[in-house]
């Protein structure tokens, strides 16, 4: 496998990235890009429509980036495995895969793909390889676990079903709290209130700058930085709002979360991360969320993300090369067509290629 | 007057309600519509274009349905006073104010007009001319007081920055809890994700079933009535969504009530009346609304609404017929151009007849 080379894709709201790296010998079980890694970007997201992710819009920006890193190294070894994470692959990825494995072996002749929904490269460039819970959080927010047989996942159901705690969740209820001190209602916060005329204008054209909007939880999360600053400098509500923000997370990350080996000398203790832009909102989340964690998950050891989803999508792509997947395959959440990857053929959850629409897993489905 | 009568006009999503009334003479501070009334409708909503709700499509609607309803009595006296009730009125009505008056001069000869927002005309269809506050609920929520010098106005803010307590906060609050339960997160109900099941599909299939829809605020109320089931079988997490809903409207009467005589022998206690479709969840909903009110709100006493939004409007036009109109003139939410009639004009907030936007009202503006 000496000078083989990897190419992990990350596509997601912002555009679509891609990494081609050294296959690399050592992402085992450890997260981060291995060996060397040179990356481009192009910041046109991927087309969605009525059949979900445009399959022929990504392989088209995907292979012209591919291209480009071949091209800037032209002594390289080949290319031998890629794999794609995806933001909406779960429920919006039957034609990738259906379309991607194939037209990948004919244009670069790569027989080892990964298709990922984003949670799962999230969880890869957090953690690696290892048992434990990721939370990803940014405008929405989901929690994705493994004990290394089956995946769990909660919430990530959108700003009006749930995403409890995320960017738009804090920023909703920052701005009902402005509102709420603007009609004298109990509950309303004077703090909130002026920084919501500062950031969006005054109250009465709040519903005129939110409800037209097509992006309207990005808009409710812009305030959520706000809410932050307004509970940093001492307001209660604000505080409040963050607590309960803090709350709703760690219950995501217990749902998901593998149970603590009964005897800790037995294994590892299971790790989470917080992924996201959500979790720079620092302190006034960080302090609460921590003691949250602590006090439901007492077992579980939270540790830094080590890298994030690209990096994922690289180590997962390096660990399809080495024939060294310990992340269980799953027929929406990490689908790995062609057979089953050494190592997990007894405990995987099967990636049957069924291409069925199951947006969410089932608890070690 | 003897003779004399006046129309009445209820508009808002289900189309256009037009009454042709007695002007009467009982109409001073009692509810309800005097006299005899013929009532004509369309189904047809008034359109709103970008300069807010379509005067021209009202004005067509409204006096081919006046029409209809004097042709059927071709004996009965002037028409000499026109009240609109209309929701998006003081946020989306300023072509209706600068137009519909005049309009409606020329075409019948009427001189005394109002123009009220929705919530107004749910007042005096609820209240007649009592102080005292209404909570008008249904898919969204919005809370309304006088104490005849001025308005308070709490909530109404829509879906996602408030109308806490409404329909659509119930059923957004039910599907959150049947998500919680299928994804083991704590707080989630298996009543209410057997019950999101059979009305809306699998947990999978919710977002899609949301997301896309241009009235989502109505799919999410769709689902407060199998809330209020779910609670009456004595699911205790729809219990407890109903308990904080009531919470939620108690809290807008709250901001809204005038406050009551310090000694009760000076004045009578100000009245409160729930109106709209979202109390007929029924008990499960009202035994703790009930329970809040008494709570918050010793010294009011809770009635029964007396009519609906268009027995309002005949109400208010009415009293302009009569010159006793006592709930107090206010530029968007209860607008009578051509000077205050008798009776209110060192008390009521003005009319200036200026169109601002002004979509809320200050308390006592």
Redesign the interface.
Same mark, same amino acid.
């Given at each position: 496998m000496t000078g083989a080379r990897v190419l992990g894709v990350d596509s997601g709201g912002s555009g679509l990235r891609v990494a081609l790296a050294d296959a690399g010998a050592d992402a085992g079980a450890d997260a981060g890009a291995p060996g060397r890694t040179a990356s481009a970007r192009s910041r046109e997201p991927v087309r969605t429509g009525p059949g979900g992710i445009d399959a022929g819009h990504l392989l088209e920006q995907l292979l012209g980036l591919a291209r480009t890193l071949l091209d800037a190294e032209p002594g390289g070894g080949p290319v031998v495995a890629v794999a794609i994470g995806a933001a909406g692959m779960s429920?919006l990825g039957d034609r990738l895969r259906a379309e991607v494995p194939g037209a990948l072996a004919r244009a670069l002749g790569v027989r080892r793909v990964a298709l990922a929904t984003d949670a799962v490269t999230a969880y890869a460039g957090a953690l690696g390889q290892r048992p434990g819970a990721v939370v990803a959080g940014g405008t929405g927010m989901v929690a994705l676990g493994t004990d290394l047989r089956g995946w769990?996942?909660?919430?990530g159901?959108?700003h #009006? #079903?749930?995403d409890?705690g995320s960017g738009a969740w804090i920023g909703?209820a920052g #701005?009902?709290a402005a509102?709420?001190a603007?009609?004298?209602?109990?509950?309303g916060s004077r703090a909130l209130l002026a920084a919501a005329g500062a950031a969006l204008g005054p109250?009465?054209?709040?519903?005129?700058r %939110?409800?037209p909007r097509a992006d309207?939880p990005a808009v #409710?999360a812009s305030f959520a930085p706000e809410v932050g600053r307004c509970a940093a400098a001492g307001d209660a509500v604000a505080a409040g709002i963050l607590a309960q923000a803090a709350r709703h997370i760690a219950?995501?990350a217990?749902? %998901?979360c593998p149970a603590g080996a009964a005897d800790p000398a037995s294994g590892p203790a299971p790790e989470i991360a917080l992924t996201g832009g959500l979790f720079r909102l620092g302190e006034p989340l960080l302090v609460p969320l921590r003691a949250e964690l602590e006090r439901r998950l007492p077992y579980a050891r939270t540790v830094p993300a080590a890298g994030d989803p690209l990096a994922g999508a690289v180590l997962l792509a390096s660990a399809l090369a080495r024939d060294a997947l310990l992340l269980p395959p799953h027929p929406t959440l990490l689908h790995v067509p062609g057979g089953e990857p050494t190592g997990d053929g007894d405990t995987g959850t099967g990636d049957g290629g069924t291409g069925g629409?199951?947006?969410?897993t089932a608890?070690d489905e």
């Amino acid at each position: 496998m000496t000078g083989a080379r990897v190419l992990g894709v990350d596509s997601g709201g912002s555009g679509l990235r891609v990494a081609l790296a050294d296959a690399g010998a050592d992402a085992g079980a450890d997260a981060g890009a291995p060996g060397r890694t040179a990356s481009a970007r192009s910041r046109e997201p991927v087309r969605t429509g009525p059949g979900g992710i445009d399959a022929g819009h990504l392989l088209e920006q995907l292979l012209g980036l591919a291209r480009t890193l071949l091209d800037a190294e032209p002594g390289g070894g080949p290319v031998v495995a890629v794999a794609i994470g995806a933001a909406g692959m779960s429920t919006l990825g039957d034609r990738l895969r259906a379309e991607v494995p194939g037209a990948l072996a004919r244009a670069l002749g790569v027989r080892r793909v990964a298709l990922a929904t984003d949670a799962v490269t999230a969880y890869a460039g957090a953690l690696g390889q290892r048992p434990g819970a990721v939370v990803a959080g940014g405008t929405g927010m989901v929690a994705l676990g493994t004990d290394l047989r089956g995946w769990r996942r909660a919430d990530g159901w959108g700003h #009006l #079903l749930g995403d409890c705690g995320s960017g738009a969740w804090i920023g909703r209820a920052g #701005l009902e709290a402005a509102l709420r001190a603007h009609d004298g209602r109990t509950g309303g916060s004077r703090a909130l209130l002026a920084a919501a005329g500062a950031a969006l204008g005054p109250a009465g054209e709040l519903p005129g700058r %939110v409800y037209p909007r097509a992006d309207r939880p990005a808009v #409710l999360a812009s305030f959520a930085p706000e809410v932050g600053r307004c509970a940093a400098a001492g307001d209660a509500v604000a505080a409040g709002i963050l607590a309960q923000a803090a709350r709703h997370i760690a219950e995501a990350a217990e749902a %998901v979360c593998p149970a603590g080996a009964a005897d800790p000398a037995s294994g590892p203790a299971p790790e989470i991360a917080l992924t996201g832009g959500l979790f720079r909102l620092g302190e006034p989340l960080l302090v609460p969320l921590r003691a949250e964690l602590e006090r439901r998950l007492p077992y579980a050891r939270t540790v830094p993300a080590a890298g994030d989803p690209l990096a994922g999508a690289v180590l997962l792509a390096s660990a399809l090369a080495r024939d060294a997947l310990l992340l269980p395959p799953h027929p929406t959440l990490l689908h790995v067509p062609g057979g089953e990857p050494t190592g997990d053929g007894d405990t995987g959850t099967g990636d049957g290629g069924t291409g069925g629409r199951r947006p969410d897993t089932a608890p070690d489905e």
